[in-house]
């Protein structure tokens, strides 16, 4: 019942949203909506449906969240190991987007888009999806010699889907296909809570072993493939830096170094100021320059 402008494509929308229920897509639909009113649009537009499932997805933006050029840096170069890798290793799903505009609990975010409704997952692209989440850790470290807390969500995405390989999914070769740990679930919260260790301690040393292994396969493999394509990295954080999110074209055309296309996009209403903020001595350190424009339209 919303106007729709003619960007808005429905599919791409689907397939970014899986496992939304009715109530969340409603939800989806009514914030775009409201942005669309908030910048007296006559119609939706594809960048409203975005920025909609965006918050749905990962909270509001925080533009207003005091972030230092180095932190910035930093995430820049973070979230472009995960786009760069989307991007290049086999298997992996395509990238959607990538962003550094703070959003609820995350200082960027990179946004994979499946094919089509995945059910069931290959070891191919789990371990894929492994490589992707070591990207972030992978480029600061090589890029800046130092490492940060931002992987954290990362390396615990990819052990729990390691663990899961070699204890749930037999796709260990050292373990075989077999079942490691009965779960209690509390059928009332719906969710895993506790895991009863139904094997030797022996068994339990393999575990931790494949487990790791996994992980430390993929992270070499990313680290070999960034490494390989560092001039693209570095292009795309540099983009990232400027622009603040790409599209999967912007990072085909940063790849291929390209000069970047810089799509019109609709207006957003203006970025609150951002405040002075007091530093750790009690200093204020002065207003900070204003954020990056987002591209303008052309006409
Ligand atoms: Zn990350």
Sequence with gaps: ??????????????????????????????????????????????RDFESSKDKVLMGAERRSLIITDEEKKI???????????AALVPHSDPLHKVTIIPRGMALGLTQQLPSEEKH?????????????CMGGRIAEETTFGQITTGAQNDIEQATEMARKMVCE???SNAL???????????????????????????????????????????????????????????????????????????????????????????????????????GEDGRTSGILPPPVADPRPTS
């Excluded at 791409?12 to 775009?32: K, Y």
């Excluded at 069931?120 to 992707?132: D, F, G, T, Y």
């Design 1 to 46: 019942k919303i106007p729709r402008a003619e960007d808005v494509d429905l599919s791409v929308l689907a397939r970014s949203t899986p496992g939304f229920s009715g109530a969340d897509l409603a939800n989806l639909v009514n914030e775009a909506a409201l942005m669309a009113a908030r910048n007296t649009q006559k119609f939706v537009s594809m």
């Design 75 to 85: 995430t820049a170069f973070h979230e472009a190991g995960h786009a760069l890798l």
């Design 120 to 132: 069931n997952w290959s070891k191919e692209q789990l371990e894929a999806r492994i490589a992707v």
């Design 169 to 171: 999914w037999g796709m």
């Design 176 to 278: 075989g296909p077999l079942t490691y740990g009965k779960k209690e679930e509390a059928i009332f919260l719906g969710k895993e809570f506790n895991r009863h260790q139904d094997y030797s301690e022996a068994t339990a040393l393999k575990i931790d072993a494949e487990i790791k292994r996994i992980v430390t396969e993929q992270y070499e493999r990313a680290t070999r493939i960034l490494t390989d394509n560092r001039a693209s990295l570095v292009r795309v954080a540099e983009a990232l830096l400027e622009y603040e999110v790409l599209d999967a074209p912007q990072l085909k055309q940063l790849m291929a170094g390209e000069p970047l296309a810089v799509k019109p996009a609709a207006p957003l209403a203006p970025a609150p100021p951002r405040e002075a903020r007091a």
